[in-house]
């Protein structure tokens, strides 16, 4: 029961997708990193039945390519989005560390965080365009958020954490050795199924999403002294954003 709990738990704090409510409770949120990478199964699920649905109505790729573009955006309630801001103002303002954490605080929008979302949607709409028109492997979105997912929640799960971060220590107070393996383990799985569905090409993609999301998160976690909420939204963004490109460049 208290897993199923968690499922909802983490179905409610990372998409919009309807879900009962739970209190927050220990024994419920150590789990919810668990289904971390199950929530980007139905995202990624949901992503690919989109396309099919607006493809059989014969739907202009243009248009098409904008609504895949908002759609992971929307469902996960902008919540990426806005670390993957955050991340921008603070790093590229180029102050101390201090100054940085004070920053991604703050509630305002700074210029840096919107010059980067537009360079950010530009290419990801370009991407997705060019793997509609090319007539690409349209599955290859269902593994992206799943990968993503798996992926930074083993990032939070090995990394230190911001000592201001009590969202990352809630998820990680009563995690074990277990809960880490289980990421690899999806990880692995995930990569197994690719491979025997799409081929090793998209495997490779797949790895090189993973390594920029490992050095942009090492980088942030260097600049930052840890990992947080905005810092695994931001590597999360940046490495579907990887997936998306390689995916319409291969």
């Given at each position: 029961m208290r897993y199923i709990r968690s499922?909802?738990?983490a179905l409610s704090m990372f998409s919009v997708i309807p879900a009962p409510r739970y209190k927050w409770e220990k024994e419920n949120?150590?789990?919810?990193?668990?289904?971390?990478?199950?929530?980007?199964?139905i995202i990624g699920a949901l992503w690919v039945l989109l396309y099919s649905i607006l493809n059989w109505f014969n739907i202009n790729y243009i248009l098409i390519?904008?609504?895949l573009l908002i759609y992971p955006i929307m469902v996960t309630g902008m919540l990426h989005l806005d670390g993957f801001m955050d991340i921008c103002d603070a790093i590229l303002s180029r102050r101390d560390r201090e100054t940085k954490l004070k920053i991604l605080k703050d509630s305002c929008t700074g210029a840096f965080s919107v010059i980067c979302l537009v360079i950010l949607m530009i290419i990801q709409f370009a991407s997705i365009y060019s793997i509609?028109?090319?007539n690409k492997n349209i599955l290859f979105l269902l593994f992206i958020p799943i990968i993503s997912r798996s992926f930074m929640a083993l990032m939070i799960l090995t990394?230190?954490?911001i000592k201001e971060s009590t969202l990352v220590k809630i998820f990680k107070d009563g995690t074990n050795t277990w809960d880490?393996?289980?990421q690899l383990i999806i990880l692995i799985i995930t990569f197994m199924v690719i491979y025997l569905t799409l081929g090793l090409i998209y495997n490779g993609i797949m790895l090189i999403m993973c390594l920029i999301m490992l050095y942009k998160t090492d980088v942030n976690i260097?600049?930052?002294?840890?990992?947080?909420?905005?810092?695994?939204?931001?590597?999360?963004i940046v490495g579907?954003?990887?997936g998306i490109l390689m995916l319409a460049v291969f």
């Open positions: 499922f909802f738990m949120t150590r789990n919810i990193l668990k289904f971390y990478p199950f929530i980007g199964a390519s904008a609504v509609i028109e090319d990394k230190t954490e880490r393996a289980l260097k600049e930052l002294g840890g990992i947080n909420g905005d810092v695994a939204g931001y590597g999360l579907e954003c990887v």
